[in-house]
């Protein structure tokens, strides 16, 4: 049963991710991607990420991927502007590149006797991929202090930075 | 079960997808969409190798978290220099903006 629905969300992601790839309109190549962050809080979860899988779809579709809508509609670009972004010929050569990269690399992946002996492990830690875990990491307990609390700190600083930088660029006069 | 190889093949695809699109497409807005894909293949790695490798630690999701901060500052700060390039130019194509080779 895992095995299909694995298969059935892989391959939605894919389809969805190439289909994004495909599509002329930024709106409708931004929806297609938000369908493959679905697909992959999907696999999170089959994975017993449960956290993460509701912070993909919270965050990553429903904030980050917003954003990039909401800028899309302030541009307000013509259709002839679209048909600027078309395929040309010269655009082969990397298209070819990457598949036999990407093919390199799965077929190395394929052939690892070391990747392959690895099958999901049936006793799971019970707080494995919760709330509770992701909490003791980054806040610890009463009396400790936790193991990525100063990671998580940088980070305050990183996105309070990317704040002021993003108000910096977008400001018409400073 | 699935394997681990399937998860890690799944993200090398997804890894290839967006980098293809970073080197074919010519919007900005869509190359910064190509990136969030990337971003995405990388975070699937290490969740699947912590999943069937390191299943006592849960340090493959906090450097997910970690990816995911880092892109939504990235996101802005990226949207912010599109905002900016389109209010001087009227446009998002990159072959348009061509500025440093003349």
Known sequence: ?174 | MVPLSSYIMLSTILFFIGLTGVLVRRNIIIMMVSIEIMLNASNLALVAFNRFRFYNSNDGMIFSFLVIAIAAAEVAVGLAIVIAIYRKKKTVMIQDLSVMKH
């Open chain 1, 1 to 174: 049963m895992g095995v299909y629905i694995f298969y059935l969300f892989g391959t939605g992601l894919i389809a969805t991710s190439v289909a994004a790839l495909l599509m002329k309109n930024p709106v409708h190549s931004v929806l297609s991607i938000v369908t493959s962050f679905f697909f992959l809080a999907g696999i999170y979860a089959g994975l017993s990420m449960q956290f993460l899988a509701v912070i993909q779809i919270l965050v990553y579709a429903g904030a980050i991927m917003v954003l990039f809508i909401f800028i899309i509609m302030l541009f307000d670009l013509q259709k002839s502007e679209y048909s600027k972004d078309r395929f040309l010929w010269r655009d082969i050569i990397p298209l070819i590149l990457m598949i036999i990269t990407a093919s390199g690399f799965i077929a190395a992946i394929g052939r690892s006797e070391a990747i392959k002996t690895y099958v999901v492990n049936a006793k799971l830690p019970t707080n494995f991929g919760s709330v509770n875990a992701v909490s003791f990491e980054f806040f610890g307990t009463a009396n400790s202090v936790g193991r990525y609390s100063f990671l998580f700190e940088m980070i305050s600083v990183l996105l309070l930075s990317a704040i002021v930088g993003a108000v910096v660029l977008a400001k018409r006069k400073l």
